[in-house]
T-cell receptor
């Protein structure tokens, strides 16, 4: 069974703090995505990374794809209450067809 | 565009009852998916469809059925509801080129929260 492990499972921080969440697997991805899900809604795509070592920035969010394409991280600078939500990583394994989702990191940013 | 719409938003079923969760998209996407999301478990793929008339099983298909008679609609049928099917169900759609090993952008509906008592 191919697994995507996300850590931490839950994170509660103060507004203005920085944080990093991780997504790891023992298998190689052909591409990896990060989605954000707010309560009562479906996930929304934030970014797709496809090249080992790739770094993408989306305002205060920085996404990194590991050199070996087995892991990824999401770093948020100066977190705001609006960043609160469930962050899901989703991977398409090399030679695979369907996207596999991790269990998510639930982030709560306190004002 | 409405995107992906799902009905109903909430439903309570008794054990053994049947129901159909409706899903529609107006983006002319070829791929459609049904997922269930349990607390702390992420999204599990139930069924997916690569186009009208073509469906296939995902990770957790038991107890469910689907059909795809049109590009727009992808209903999910529960025949004999069981407490283990209590979950939040998400429908998603995407445009994916055949044979391209690249993750597609999936657009999700707002979900249906189902409780089986």
């Amino acid at each position: 069974t191919q697994l995507l492990e996300q850590s931490p499972q839950f994170l509660s921080i103060q507004e203005g703090e920085n944080l990093t969440v991780y997504c790891n697997s023992s298998s190689v991805f052909s591409s990896l995505q990060w989605y954000r899900q707010e309560p009562g809604e479906g996930p929304v795509l934030l970014v797709t990374v496809v090249t080992g070592g790739e770094v993408k920035k989306l305002k205060r969010l920085t996404f990194q794809f590991g050199d070996a394409r087995k892991d990824s991280s999401l770093h948020i600078t100066a977190a705001q209450p609006g960043d609160t939500g469930l962050y899901l990583c989703a991977g398409l394994y090399t030679g695979g067809f369907k996207t596999i989702f991790g269990a998510g990191t639930r982030l709560f940013v306190k004002a | 565009n409405a995107g992906v719409t799902q009905t109903p938003k909430f439903r309570i079923l008794k054990i053994g009852q049947s129901m159909t969760l409706q899903c529609a998209q107006d983006m002319n996407h070829n791929y459609m998916y049904w997922y269930r999301q349990d607390p702390g478990m992420g999204l599990k793929l139930i069924y997916y469809s690569v186009g009208a008339g073509i469906t296939d099983k995902g990770e957790v298909p038991n107890g469910y059925n689907v059909s795809r008679s049109t590009t727009e609609d992808f209903p999910l049928r529960l025949e004999l509801a069981a407490p283990s099917q209590t979950s939040v169900y998400f429908c998603a759609s995407s445009y994916k080129l055949q044979g391209l090993g690249f993750a597609d952008t999936q657009y999700f509906g707002p979900g249906t929260r189902l409780t089986v008592l």
